[in-house]
T-cell receptor, first 114, second 119 residues
Framework: GDSVTQMEGPVTLSEEAFLTINCTYT??????LFWYVQYPGEGLQLLLK?????DKGSNKGFEATYRKETTSFHLEKGSVQVSDSAVYFC?????????????FGKGTKLSVIP | EPEVTQTPSHQVTQMGQEVILRCVPI?????FYWYRQILGQKVEFLVS????????KSEIFDDQFSVERPDGSNFTLKIRSTKLEDSAMYFC?????????????????FGPGTRLTVL
């Protein structure tokens, strides 16, 4: 079935380090792709999205590019901050999902230390 | 800014008991969802609800589960007879319609979750 594979965590980085969190999805149909973030004690928030091949989603310094050829949607940030510490979820939405539900990865916990 | 709220934040119950998890979606939203996340595992889709009926449900959403929108604002998930394996974080989400209509890339707004512990 439809699925998504996300880099296992936890990931610990120093402030201003470069971040990559890998995400690959199964190539069923033409999904829309999302990254959600969950800050401690809060709900899931949309971080960015991309809806077609080569689209780049960006927000708060984070970027991810929809790569159809590699079925990937890796999350990157050039210089992380302590406030970026959170759990990050990759979540495709497959076209067969009639009510547009999301398929989530396991989540990657990021800790940024000063 | 409008937000989805969920109560309680933590529910502890005995196996076999009924629980009701409550959600208040954003007021003009049309689609409502429940997801769950067992500790250390993926966030999994349970059910979607539109126009006062279930739109889709996953294999997890068996006869022990039910949803309703009793009063036009609350959206509830009921587990009739809880099992140990129902222990998880339960997230509610809602989606509204944009100027381009309702489509696959509309943002889902999530609540903070209810942690259910079944003893």
């Amino acid at each position: 079935g439809d699925s998504v594979t996300q880099m296992e965590g936890p990931v610990t980085l120093s402030e201003e380090a470069f971040l990559t969190i890998n995400c690959t999805y199964t190539a069923t149909g033409y999904p829309s792709l999302f990254w959600y973030v969950q800050y401690p004690g809060e709900g899931l928030q949309l971080l960015l999205k991309a809806t077609k091949a080569d689209d780049k989603g960006s927000n708060k310094g984070f970027e991810a590019t929809y790569r159809k050829e590699t079925t990937s949607f890796h999350l990157e940030k050039g210089s992380v901050q302590v406030s970026d510490s959170a759990v990050y979820f990759c979540a495709p939405r497959y076209s067969g999902a009639g009510s547009y539900q999301l398929t989530f990865g396991k989540g990657t916990k990021l800790s940024v230390i000063p | 800014e409008p937000e989805v709220t969920q109560t309680p934040s933590h529910q502890v119950t005995q196996m076999g008991q009924e629980v009701i998890l409550r959600c208040v979606p954003i007021s003009n939203h049309l689609y409502f969802y429940w997801y769950r996340q067992i500790l250390g595992q993926k966030v999994e889709f349970l059910v979607s609800f539109y126009n006062n009926e279930i739109s889709e449900k996953s294999e997890i959403f068996d006869d022990q589960f039910s949803v309703e929108r009793p009063d036009g604002s609350n959206f509830t998930l009921k587990i009739r007879s809880t099992k140990l394996e129902d222990s998880a974080m339960y997230f509610c989400a809602s989606v509204g319609r944009t100027t381009s209509g309702f489509n696959s890339y509309n943002e889902q707004f999530f609540g903070p979750g209810t942690r259910l512990t079944v003893l």
